[in-house]
């Protein structure tokens, strides 16, 4: 009876509002992804795509405001169209009716956030997110305009969004664009001629990927869709959508590998531990989790299959994905992996809907928490205890001072001195938002001798929060990030692609510990936790 009435229910029309989004979601899932700037000019092939790397920061921050500024305006719009027709007998429903913990948290964001800007030393950056210091353009777009669009967007999709499986279809087919494109950027392969006005340029070169930026934003992509599109392939009830996301996944692996980012790995690696425990009651999905897995091992080995056919002429790694790729060990991991998904899908045959003790998954949890600790325990050892035992390539990872990961040691140390430094008032409010470029101005020169001559962010998006908007604002974005986490997965036992977005969430949340928020990546980020709200909104209906 239950069956059929959601199928009943799965037929239905979706409101014309709940259309709009998804229209909005799927532009933003399959366009924002891919768009960067065309210019034609008399030169073969008299297309090129290579400028948009100059401003593609720029591009996808303004891409997503126009996108969500006509969203709002087409949702203003049919709502007082409604509101015209309405039957006027009925009691009015407002916008923020029945608000939640979340919608608190995220108007505490944006207040905080002005509050900040007003307060800030620097209000044209905070506000704007963007302005010229010293003739050279400093920001990243997070300004105040930005995290006042995000909100937005939250609001929109948690009141009006409907499910509908081909949005993410689209987002399997476009991100398997960007990943294709990354892996054929690392072999020095480029079908868009992005590279063209960069050849001489060899830090761009090998630095920056597909349509998406530098590896550290690729990082950050990689980990806001990867996770998605995973999880859906566990979810999906049809067998083709569950193909293509498959497909989708092993591309992205194998971009994962080649963009060269720790921090990506860092995302995935949480990602599949968070969610092994998840989905290990269900015997019904841990099959198909294990067969993502098994697609996303094999594909490592797919892609140093491609390598050899090309005589390994990729661009330099770094010692963890270069261990990955060369790894010998990784067989007997695909075969692991291959062979309980084997079995797991023979028990599932023969015995469906088998479910766990809550046991298996608390056993579970608890033995990564304990891998976790060890590993906090080494890097403790290493950072604090001893200092001086060689470590090779992996001292970068296991021990902590200025010139770890990559100097993110030193920014972390000095943005640490800048709040303690600071008055009352900006270690509550902070010095503004996307303000870290000045506030960190005193300390250019040290950095100087790690290689760079400026920095506008702190590569840790908590502690750079902590700097820009202060005790209050980090306060709120954990709040509104931690409530529509929690959300989401307390609903997924009624609606199971909820665990779709939080994975998205799970992933994104990890690999901010070492990376930085911007336009290109965050507002995915934004979407899927507003996705979390909604769904867990729509199960208390």
């Keep these: 009876m239950v069956h059929e009435k959601s199928n009943k229910s799965a037929k239905k029309r979706l409101p014309l509002s709940a259309v709009f989004i998804n229209i909005y979601l799927l532009v933003m899932f399959t366009v924002f992804p891919l768009y960067v700037a065309v210019y034609f000019d008399g030169k073969f092939p008299f297309w090129h795509m290579d400028n948009g790397f100059v401003g593609i920061r720029h591009q996808k921050y303004y891409f997503f405001l126009v996108m969500t500024a006509i969203a709002a305006i087409a949702e203003v719009l049919l709502l007082l169209t409604q509101a015209n027709s309405a039957d006027k007998s009925k009691p009015k429903k407002s916008f923020f009716d029945n608000i939640t913990f979340n919608d608190w948290a995220a108007l505490a964001l944006v207040l905080c956030c002005a509050v900040s800007t007003v307060l800030s030393p620097y209000r044209e950056l905070a506000f704007f997110g963007e302005a010229t210091i010293g003739g050279y353009s400093q920001g990243r777009n997070n300004g105040l305009i930005l995290i006042l669009f995000y909100v937005l967007a939250y609001f929109l999709i948690t009141r009006l969004y409907r499910y509908a499986e081909f949005v993410f279809i689209g987002l399997a087919c476009s991100c398997g664009i960007v990943y294709l494109l990354t892996v054929l950027n690392g072999f020095y392969i480029d079908p868009l001629n992005m590279f063209a006005n960069f050849q001489t340029q060899q830090n761009v070169f090998m630095e920056f990927f597909a349509t998406i930026g530098n590896k550290n934003m690729l990082s950050g992509f990689i980990c806001v869709t990867l996770p998605v599109i995973f999880t859906m392939s566990v979810v999906t009830k049809r067998l083709l959508f569950r193909v293509i996301y498959l497909v989708s996944t092993g591309l992205g692996t194998m971009a994962l ?143 902590f001072g200025p010139e770890w990961g990559t100097h993110r040691g030193i920014m972390w140390i000095r943005a640490f001195d800048i709040f303690g430094g600071a008055d009352f008032v900006h270690k509550l409010f902070g010095f503004g938002p996307d303000t870290f470029y000045c506030v960190y101005e005193p300390y250019f020169k040290e950095l100087q001798q790690y290689g760079n001559s400026s920095t506008d962010a702190a590569h840790n998006e ?80």
């Design 257 to 399: 590998i080649i963009g060269d980012s720790d921090s990506g790995l860092l995302g995935i690696a949480v990602f599949l531990a968070v969610f092994l425990v998840v989905f290990i009651r269900k015997t019904d999905r841990l099959k198909f989790y294990f067969l993502a897995l098994t697609v996303m091992l094999g594909s490592v080995k797919l892609l140093r299959l491609f390598s050899l056919i090309l005589e390994d002429s990729y661009k330099k790694l770094g010692s963890l994905p270069s261990a990955i790729l060369f790894s010998k060990t990784l067989y007997l991991a695909i075969a692991a992996s291959a062979v309980i998904t084997a079995v797991l899908f023979i028990i599932s045959a023969k015995k469906p809907g088998i479910t766990l003790p809550k046991a298996v998954p608390v056993a579970v949890g608890c033995l990564f928490g304990l891998a976790f600790l060890g590993a906090v325990g080494v890097f403790v050892y290493f950072s604090f205890i001893d200092t001086k035992t060689p470590l090779g390539d992996y001292e970068k990872i296991l021990r």
């Design 462 to 541: 908590y502690i750079n929060y902590l700097v820009t908007i202060g005790i209050a604002g980090l306060a709120s974005y954990l709040a509104f990030a931690g409530s529509a986490l929690v959300r989401g997965f307390k609903s997924a036992k009624k609606n199971p692609v909820v665990l779709a977005f939080a994975a998205a969430a799970v992933a994104y949340m990890a690999q901010a510990v070492v990376n930085i928020a911007v336009p290109i990546t965050t507002p995915l980020f934004i979407i899927f936790l507003s996705l979390c709200e909604a769904a867990s909104r729509k199960s208390n209906e």
